[in-house]
């Protein structure tokens, strides 16, 4: 039951990842081929902004891991220490 759940499942999320064909129509040939919707970027700009975001994501989740693995902070007044007892 659950292979055919799992099946069916993800036949349905692969026909939704094409653009339906009125947006495949309008939208200009880019990097996203048939998976995006919509008219498509306009300008250079708005590759900028979709890279500065993909940066900023990528820092967000390097740092975000780096600190959860090893936290580094020894400062006795510490606001952890306020909070945390250690007797």
Known sequence: MNKIISTLFFIVVGFTLYACPVCERAKAKTAFGSISHGAGPTSNWDYVAVWVTIIAVVLTLIFSIKW????????????????????
């Open 68 to 87: 959860l693995i090893k936290p580094s902070e020894k400062n006795a007044d510490h606001i952890k220490y306020s909070i945390l007892n250690f007797e």
